[in-house]
T-cell receptor, first 116, second 108 residues
């Protein structure tokens, strides 16, 4: 079936640098995307989401960019801190909306390591 | 505290044994999900329930059954556990906005 995948399995940065984590998706019907952070031994934590009618969305120190033409999603973390070290997943669904959701498909994940 | 609660946190089963993983949310969400996560992998959807009274298969439903007992509770059952079902299981609600802390299951 269709799946969501990531270009880079690991990313190492210095504290204070900006980080960019990429994700490619293959389901052209996807209309809602979410980025998660997962720390060791914990469940995924919602970071930011974006709908297909948007190209960019900003949160606190994070920005998600969506390029529907090439089916690409990225997560930018500004001024990366050691506490940002974790595995980051993108996920997509094709029938989000209202108060009920359909299948949510995850990518394989990128390990972000931030060095002090 | 509001959120998704999963029980148990850890479980060891022998091959062929059965068990039920419990999940409850107190946020009045319609949609609930069960995922499994294997080492170095992303989360794979087992089953989901878009709303109370409905359940649907995800990517890897074989060997599992689910019950949406009411709006709060969504349980996952392994009828005859196999070593291939050794994994970490996560329950989530509302399209994955909120995840439980996981159940680490080992089948020997």
């Amino acid at each position: 079936g269709e799946s969501v995948g990531l270009h880079l399995p690991t990313l190492s940065v210095q504290e204070g640098d900006n980080s960019i984590i990429n994700c490619a998706y293959s389901n052209s019907a996807s209309d809602y995307f979410i980025w998660y952070k997962q720390e060791s031994g914990k469940g995924p934590q919602f970071i930011i989401d974006i709908r297909s009618n948007m190209d960019k969305r900003q949160g606190q120190r994070v920005t998600v960019l969506l390029n529907k033409t090439v089916k690409h999603l990225s997560l930018q973390i500004a001024a990366t801190q050691p506490g940002d070290s974790a595995v980051y997943f993108c996920a997509e669904t094709a029938n989000a909306g209202g108060t009920s959701y359909g299948k949510l498909t995850f990518g394989q994940g990128t390990i972000l390591t931030v060095h002090p | 505290n509001a959120g998704v609660t999963q029980t148990p946190k850890f479980q060891v089963l022998k091959t062929g044994q059965s068990m039920t993983l419990q999940c409850a949310q107190d946020m009045n969400h319609n949609s609930m999900y069960w995922y499994r996560q294997d080492p170095g992998m992303g989360l794979r959807l087992i089953y989901y329930s878009a709303s109370e009274g409905t359940t649907d298969k995800g990517e890897v439903p074989n060997g599992y059954n689910v019950s949406r007992l009411n709006k709060r509770e969504f349980s996952l059952r392994l009828e005859s556990a196999a070593p291939s079902q050794t994994s970490v299981y996560f329950c989530a609600s509302l399209g994955g906005y909120t995840f439980g802390s996981g159940t680490r299951l080992t089948v020997v």
